[in-house]
């Protein structure tokens, strides 16, 4: 028997909130995943470092949304070192060959996914579910990276019930919309990372410390 189904998040959190939490939450009754992973980026080129909160508030803000639920909140990047997105997907595939992992991630990073480092090995490192966010399905749909991906299109049911794993495969999953988000939050409150700020929280996957050091992370 292999190990668990571990669904795969990754993002700023900046910070969480119940939307993330939502999302998960259906994602893995959707595809009888056993957990999820959320990973907190130390950095995202990708998004502006103005406004980023440390990354144990973030952290800190993401433990407490996960709270009583099947989500283990982590900092492994900066423990592993790597810098780009298909380099964290190998090295957790080597630590963890026990598990399978499924990449989640909003319909907003598939619009983009064409300019992440090798793209298209990441697809082949494991399955990619896509949740739907409103406002960015067209250009998801018109995307490079949806009309490479379009072949490999899997249902949910048949993700669940496959016997082999293999990638790529891409799973869509759509469910009603939240309207919460992190920029809202921010600039309801700036100074909301002052809350989380003491003490070093524990990283639920490696069980080490996060520190905040700097560190630049690709997609």
Known sequence: MRGKVVGLLGGSFNPAHGGHR???LFTIR?????EVWWMVSPGNPLKPQQGMAPLAARVRSAQGQARNAPIR?????????????????RALKRRYPQHRFVWLMGS??????HKW???????REMPIAVIARPGYDDAALASPAKAWLRRYR??????RNRGEWSAPA????RFDPDPRSATQIRRADPNWADGFAEPAPRDEVTHSLIHDRPMGVDA
């Open 22 to 24: 939502r999302i998960t």
């Open 30 to 34: 959707a595809l009888g995943l056993d």
């Open 117 to 123: 480092k090798n793209w298209r090995q990441i697809a």
């Open 170 to 173: 891409l799973i869509e999953l």
């Open 73 to 89: 909140v982590t900092a492994i990047e900066q423990e592993l070192g790597t810098r780009y997105t298909v380099d964290t997907l």
């Open 154 to 159: 899997l249902s949910a049911a048949g993700l």
């Open 108 to 113: 907003d990073n598939l619009a983009q996914f």
